[in-house]
């Protein structure tokens, strides 16, 4: 168990509220390589087994107090969609197999009393955004599960940013060495360089370790866009030319800035976070109908 310490008092710190970008660990199982696992109705259900390790995992090992679980859902129309219809269009959608796999996943989340939540408009990342914001105003730390490192931005102080089972957690100062940014700079840094995986367009010939240089120096994509001029005075390779393509491309960035920044405002989420109490009955059908044997459905009832 990762037990977060208190260095200056060299004592476990207070407990976090863990918030969880489930899709991402749907997917990863989904892409696994394994044997064909089939529910009662014979539907694949590889993805629920793979979701429900992670799941078990975390909550046996790390035992949280307060939890919740992010969902994304299958979008035709979304706010970044309105405003940049290609966000994403690199995309194929989710397969019905797979759909009905995210059901029973949230199912089984619900059934075990555990806060989950998807919207219609907005996705994961801004349902987390919006819980971290919520919990940040009542003085809570925050344990940000995810492997999608554009969920950094939202890390402050005490805050750690976990890609579980497959990383160490990341701080704020963490973060800085890997991505070259501070957490509140990453959106920034995205609108510069784009991000291929969203099919968010960036100002060509910036990268990731570009813009990290040029926020070094502004500090903010405002500043930047401010006073260009400074930029060619920078000790960076081709600092005129960066310089031109940043005035060119000024529109692409202030639209991919949009795109990039996690939003914080969603007021129609739960509140409370704490455990809930378990459905057995609920939770004995799920596991009935997943295939899963008596005694893994005693361990889900004591986890």
């Not at 044997?35 to 014979?42: K, N």
Request: aromatic share 8%.
């Amino acid at each position: 168990m990762h037990r977060i310490i208190n260095r200056e008092m060299n004592q476990p710190a207070p407990a976090a509220v863990w918030l969880v970008d489930a899709s991402i660990y749907v997917f990863r199982a989904w892409f696994e390589r394994c044997p064909p696992r089939y529910d009662r109705q014979h539907h694949p259900v590889n993805a629920v087994h793979g979701f429900l390790r992670f799941v078990y995992q975390l909550l046996s090992t790390e035992k949280p107090t307060h939890i919740a679980f992010a969902f994304d859902t299958s979008l035709q129309e979304s706010e970044r969609k309105n405003l940049y219809p290609a966000y994403k269009a690199n995309r194929e959608p989710a397969p019905e197999a797979l759909k009905y796999q995210f059901q029973l996943c949230r199912d089984f989340i619900s059934a075990l009393g555990l806060v989950q939540a998807s919207s219609t408009r907005y996705e994961a990342d801004d349902l987390i955004g919006s819980w971290a914001s919520q919990q940040h105003q009542s003085g809570q730390r925050l344990m940000i599960i995810s492997g999608d490192k554009d969920l950094t931005q939202l890390v402050r102080e005490h805050d750690l940013w976990w890609d579980y089972g497959r990383r160490r957690p990341y701080n704020a100062g963490t973060i800085k060495s890997e991505l070259g940014v501070w957490p509140q700079q990453v959106a920034d840094q995205l609108a510069l360089a784009g991000d291929r995986s969203d099919n968010i367009p960036g100002v060509p010939g910036v990268g990731m370790s570009t813009a990290a240089k040029l926020l070094k120096h502004f500090g903010t994509l405002e500043n930047l866009l401010a006073d260009t001029d400074a930029i060619a005075t920078m000790q960076i390779r081709g600092a005129v030319l960066i310089r031109d393509r940043i005035r060119q491309y000024r529109d692409t960035i202030l639209l991919a800035r949009q795109l990039t920044g996690i939003r914080d405002h969603l007021d129609d989420l739960p509140c409370n976070l704490a455990r809930g109490s378990k459905n057995p009955a609920r939770l004995e059908h799920l596991c009935r109908q997943l295939n899963l044997e008596l005694s893994q459905y005693r361990n889900w009832m004591q986890v």
